[in-house]
Structure formats: C-alpha cells, structure tokens
C-alpha cells in the first residue's frame, strides 16, 4: 500500500510537469491550429538561460524568473517572427517551421553551452517528508512543482475565464475572422497566445531541470510526453492536458515502479493507443454534433 | 470625436473589380443616420461586395466611402467598431465556443478601455471594465428577448434565437452604422415579422443599411432602398417608387416583363 501511495506522489509530481508540457500545446494548438514542435527546444533554451544565472551565482528565484520572462519573449517573437508567415498555408508548412525552430534552438544552445547536461539545483530539499515513520515520495520540491504548476494553471483559468482579455483570446481563436470585425485584434491575441504558452513551457522546463539535467536533448523526453498528454486529454481542452499529464504521470510511475522502469516510454505508447481507442478524439473533447 | 453621427454614410462612384469581372461600378449611394436603407438585387448584384468595400475587406479600385465625413481609407475590420460601425454576418457567425453572454461582450469590446497590460494583470480598471461589459451584454440581451438562454451556448439554440443573439451583439457597441447582410436568411414567416418589428424600432438610431433578399421585409422597413443588378445602380428611392420602376422589375423579374 505505501509503494502505491508512493508511486501514485511521484507519479502525480511527475504528472503536473507533464500537465504543463501539455498545457503549452493546448494553448497554440488552440489558437493557431498548430503543434509546436519547437516547445521542447524553447523550455531547453529558457532552462540553459537559467542555468546560467545560477552558474554564475544567481538565486534560484532570479534564475526562475529570467526562464519565465525569456518564455514570453521567445514565444512572442517565435509567433510574430516565423509562425505568422506561414499561417493559412498548408498545415505543413507550419509543422517544418516548428521543426526548425527546434533543430536551430538546439544547435545554438549546443554552441553556447555545450552538450555536456549540467545539474540544476532545486528550489527545495528533494528529500522525502516521513509520515508516520515512512518515508514518502514525496519533498518539499516535489510539493513547490505541484503547487506552481497548479498557481499557474488557476491564473490562466481566472485569465481566460473571467477577463475581458481572455474572452478576446478565445474569440480569436474560436474564428478570427469574425473576431476581427468585433473589433479584436487578432494577431495581437495569437502572438500573446504563443507567448503565454511558451512561459508555461518554461517554468515545466525549470522544474523539472533538477531531475534530468540542462543539455540541448534532455528535453526531447518531456514534449513527447506533453505531447502524450495532451493528445490524451483531447488536444483543444486545457482541462484536459491537465488531467491527461497527471493520468500519465501516474501510469508511467505504475509502470517503472512495479514493471521495469525500461517499459516507461512504452507504458506512454500504450496509455495513449489505450485512452485513443475508447475516446478517438481524446477524453476531454468537444462532442462534435452529427449534422444530419 | 470629429464629424460625428450626424453624417451619413456615403460611398461615391465606388467600383470594384475582381480580376475581370466588375462586382461595382461607379456605385453611389448615401444612409443618412436614424433611416433604414435597403440595398437589394437579384443574387450576384453585388451586395455582400457593398459591405466589404464598407468593412474594409475588400479595398475599391477607384471612388471613396466617407464616415462620418471623412473618407475611409484602409481602414482595417478590426477598427470597424471603433469607427462606429457593426456588421451581421451572412448566416450567423456567432462564436460556436462561447456562451451566448459572451458573445454579445466581444462586441462590446468598444467601451472597454483597459489596455493589454492592466488586462493580464486583472487590474481593478480591467475588472470594472468586464463588470460594466457583462451589464450592457445582458442589457442587449433582455431587449432582444433572448436574456434567459446568456449562458447557453448558441449552437444550442432555435435559429431564430441565434439571429437575435447576432443583432444584440452588433447593437452593444451602441454603433452609428448598423449592417445587416440578409437577416432575415433562414427565418420563419412569423420570425420575420419580429425581426421587421426589431428594425423599425432602429428608426432615429443608427444609420441602418439592410442587404435582403426578402421583398416583404425590404418593402416593410426601408426609408429608402437601392437596387443594384450587375454591380451597377439601377434605382433608388422610396419603397413604393422603387417597385414599379420599370428597370427593376426587368431585372428583378425580368423573365416576366418580357413574357408580358
């Protein structure tokens, strides 16, 4: 029972990073009918920007801080720069702009950095709190994921949900042409879109940086999983990244804990061919009426 | 805020030509503000061209539009609402996404004043601002009748009821120049008579220009109405002169005249 707690905490640990991942897809996917394959590239580069605060001595919570703000710039310059040329064109198009973006982001990063992983400090102790004489999977970092995953997730609820602005953002997203004539405007939305997601990605990439090290390919893990989740949750519903990334935690934790943790890459394989088959367009999809 | 509402709307020798086909041509005509104008024409006439070059979707190849006394000149869609002017879609283009409250607050988008930044941040202005645009929705909405669906989302409404969440979108932001493309597109008889009813009560509002196909309505609600065929004006004029000019009936039942 204490190993199943304990691999349900890590799993859930695990799972909001994921949630997070997939979360920056959402948001793109929604408002530009694109995946953004460039968002593993873009959390690495935000995480090696700080790193290097870090390295050269800077707190923790500068560090974070720069990662976040160098999210909103990239994502923001990455839309109105190289995303907005190619928008509605072919599908395609799109897709090897994002690729690009990725190979370049990770070919500058290695010239800068180098392509040894460096360590990452956490912002807490990773050592597990004891409850009753048991030692939980679970740290006081582990405890600051979750909660900054979940602060970040209610402020873009409240945003999107409650504000003017997020009405104006789903509009532009939902059909942009009419948005336009409401007086919105529209590539203004797209690019904050992207901006938005890109810092979510980072702060993924900052917290999880303490466990898989800071190198130009330790990231490519963690988009194929957000990307995992997201397809999981049903792709266009922010609720759903967030509970396809914990579904996934959870059964990769499952997996490594109690088969072998070799399986994990296939234990995502097989939860999204699983979740695919009962629910084809995800779990949290909008049912599409059938026009009879 | 310069010129003012006091102005009407005026295209002069407007001509739009698509590769070599001419949708207008030398197209003049003026909606004075508190009057109803009708524009209609056999399908292809270039009516849904009119309001483009108005909406700045399509940019004139010569001639002018003046608002409010100015010349409009590459004027943007998302400045329309800004210059005073909503538009009603061709069929509905309602957000498929949003309750029907919140489709009503995008167009109200006019009145609000906060900028990006106090908006992301929820400043107390951002806040206030929403409150106020949530009141002047659900304001327009009990107006129209449709009050108790603001929650719902429009695809689970009547047709009817979805019509009537588009015009109280576009009469939110308080325009100076209303333009309804085929309003009545859709309606049952019954549906139509309210919608007449919802027009005339426009009168000594906003500069009202009606693109229809629906003679009834046209003849019903219209100060003045403006017959396009082939991209060109062939009449103008009161409701009742304009029906039995002889060039309208040609090219409105042009079949029937020559068979007579």
């Given at each position: ?274 979740v695919l088959m009962v629910r084809p367009n995800g779990l949290f999809a909008a049912r599409t009426g059938r026009r009879v | 805020m310069s010129g003012g509402p006091s102005q009407p709307l005026e295209l002069r020798e407007v001509t739009v030509r ?144 979805q019509k009537r969440v588009a015009l109280a979108r576009a009469l939110v932001a308080d325009p100076d120049l209303l333009l309804l493309d085929e309003p009545a597109a859709g309606l049952s008889a019954a549906e139509i008579e309210e919608l007449a ?64």
């Amino acid at each position: 029972m204490v190993r199943f707690v304990n691999l349900t905490l890590a799993g859930i640990t695990q799972g909001a990073v994921f949630a997070a991942v997939a979360l920056a897809l959402v948001l793109i996917w929604r408002a530009t009918r694109v995946v953004n394959f460039a968002q593993g590239g873009m959390l690495m580069f935000t995480t090696f920007l700080a790193w290097t605060v870090v390295h050269d001595g800077g707190s923790y919570w500068l560090a974070l801080g720069v990662a976040l703000a160098s999210g909103l710039v990239i994502g923001a310059v990455a839309e109105r720069v190289l995303v907005r040329p190619v928008e509605g064109g072919p599908p395609l198009n799109a897709v090897i702009v994002t690729l690009g973006l990725y190979v370049l982001l990770q070919a500058a990063a290695g010239m800068i950095w180098g392509d040894t992983p460096h360590s990452y400090p956490p912002a807490f102790t990773i050592k597990g709190l004891t409850a009753g004489g048991t030692r939980l999977l679970l740290s006081p970092f582990d405890l600051f994921v979750i909660g900054a995953v979940a602060l970040v997730m209610a402020a873009l609820t409240v945003l999107f949900v409650r504000t003017g602005l997020g009405l104006k953002l789903r509009a532009a997203a939902f059909a942009p042409e009419i948005a336009r004539l409401q007086g919105v405007r529209v590539g203004r939305m797209l690019t904050l879109g992207w901006a938005l997601a890109a810092l979510v990605g980072s702060l993924a990439g900052v917290l999880i940086a303490p466990s898989v090290f800071v190198g130009p390919s330790q990231f490519d893990a963690m988009l194929v999983f957000g990307f995992t989740a997201a397809v999981i949750g049903g792709l266009d519903s922010p609720a759903g990244a967030v509970v396809g990334g914990l579904l996934l935690g959870c059964a990769l934790s499952y997996v490594s804990g109690y088969i072998s943790s070799d399986l994990v890459t296939f234990g995502a394989l097989a939860a999204l061919i699983a979740v695919l088959m009962v629910r084809p367009n995800g779990l949290f999809a909008a049912r599409t009426g059938r026009r009879v | 805020m310069s010129g003012g509402p006091s102005q009407p709307l005026e295209l002069r020798e407007v001509t739009v030509r698509f590769g070599g086909l001419v949708a207008l041509e030398k197209v003049s005509l003026s909606a004075p503000p508190g009057r109803v104008t009708g524009v209609i024409g056999p399908n292809g006439a270039g009516k849904t061209t009119l309001f483009n070059v108005v909406c700045g979707f399509v940019r004139p190849r010569s001639g002018e539009v003046r608002w409010r006394g100015r010349p409009l000149v590459r004027h943007r869609p998302h400045r329309l609402t800004r210059l005073g002017i909503a538009r009603t879609l061709q069929g509905l283009g309602l957000f498929p996404g949003l309750t029907v409250l919140e489709n009503v607050m995008v167009g109200a988008d006019r009145h609000a004043r906060a900028g990006l930044v106090s908006g992301l941040l929820a400043l107390p202005r951002a806040d206030r601002d929403d409150a106020a645009l949530r009141e002047r929705a659900m304001a327009r909405l009990d107006e129209l009748g449709v009050a108790g669906e603001a929650a719902r989302r429009p695809g689970e409404l009547p047709y009817g009821a979805q019509k009537r969440v588009a015009l109280a979108r576009a009469l939110v932001a308080d325009p100076d120049l209303l333009l309804l493309d085929e309003p009545a597109a859709g309606l049952s008889a019954a549906e139509i008579e309210e919608l007449a009813a919802l027009i005339r009560g426009l009168r000594g509002g906003p500069a009202v220009v009606l693109v229809e196909h629906h003679m009834d309505l046209v003849m019903g609600v219209c100060d003045q109405v403006v017959v396009l065929d082939f991209g060109r004006v062939i009449a103008a004029g009161p409701p009742a002169e304009v029906r039995d000019d002889p060039a309208v009936l040609d090219a409105y039942l042009g079949e029937e005249v020559r068979d007579a």
